[in-house]
T-cell receptor, first 116, second 112 residues
Framework: SQTIHQWPATLVQPVGSPLSLECTVEGTSNPNLYWYRQAAGRGLQLLFYSVGIGQISSEVPQNLSASRPQDRQFILSSKKLLLSDSGFYLC???????????????FGDGTRLSIL | GENVEQHPSTLSVQEGDSAVIKCTYSDSASNYFPWYKQELGKRPQLIIDIRSNVGEKKDQRIAVTLNKTAKHFSLHITETQPEDSAVYFCAASDRGRRALTFGSGTRLQVQP
């Protein structure tokens, strides 16, 4: 069966510091991968999605970036964090394009990021 | 792209009552509509989904209905229990982005 791993679970960082969050998926090949951010008590904001290695689509222009160095690895990065980057970051995966459009997304446990 | 609106934003019911959450979507080409439940501090979890070739789907106490003509779909929870208290998100497939577009969420509180 497929599993998704996301780490760290919690992170406290000072303003201006760099960020690297990692997500890996097991048990599937060529998945679609997603990064979401959720502010406290708010909805799910799609940040990036990827349909293949090296293919990244950005939804929101900001100081975050994403990379997909391997088929089942998705990384969210920042060179300099802002206070507004605080939130709950969720990685998700779905079956790839070969399965057709409209597939369920499965979320990781999330990283709670606090910027001080 | 797709736009999904969800109502109500908060819903309070007594234990044992039914709860209904409604969503509308804009793209008539959308063909997949999942619902997620998110408990406090946890990840969203898929609870039920429906495809555009089906009008209704039921799984024990939860059901989803889809009206393609009106472009709206609803989540129905019967015999609510305190453990149903959570935030519920609807979503619709967005072919252009190969992603789901989520509604803004409904906070359901079941009063014991």
């Amino acid at each position: 069966s497929q599993t998704i791993h996301q780490w760290p679970a919690t992170l406290v960082q000072p303003v201006g510091s760099p960020l690297s969050l990692e997500c890996t998926v097991e048990g599937t090949s060529n998945p679609n991968l997603y990064w979401y951010r959720q502010a406290a008590g708010r909805g799910l904001q799609l940040l990036f999605y990827s349909v293949g290695i090296g293919q990244i689509s950005s939804e929101v222009p900001q100081n975050l970036s994403a990379s997909r160095p391997q088929d089942r690895q998705f990384i969210l990065s920042s060179k300099k964090l802002l206070l507004s980057d605080s939130g709950f970051y969720l990685c998700a995966w779905s079956e790839g394009a070969s399965r057709g459009p409209g597939q369920p997304q499965h979320f990781g446990d999330g990283t709670r990021l606090s910027i001080l | 792209g797709e736009n999904v609106e969800q109502h109500p934003s908060t819903l309070s019911v007594q234990e044992g009552d039914s709860a209904v959450i409604k969503c509308t979507y804009s793209d008539s080409a959308s063909n997949y509509f999942p619902w997620y439940k998110q408990e406090l501090g946890k990840r969203p979890q898929l609870i039920i989904d429906i495809r555009s070739n089906v009008g209704e789907k039921k799984d024990q106490r939860i059901a989803v209905t889809l009206n393609k003509t009106a472009k709206h779909f609803s989540l129905h929870i019967t015999e609510t229990q305190p453990e149903d208290s959570a935030v519920y998100f609807c979503a619709a497939s967005d072919r252009g982005r190969r992603a789901l577009t989520f509604g803004s969420g409904t906070r359901l509180q079941v009063q014991p």
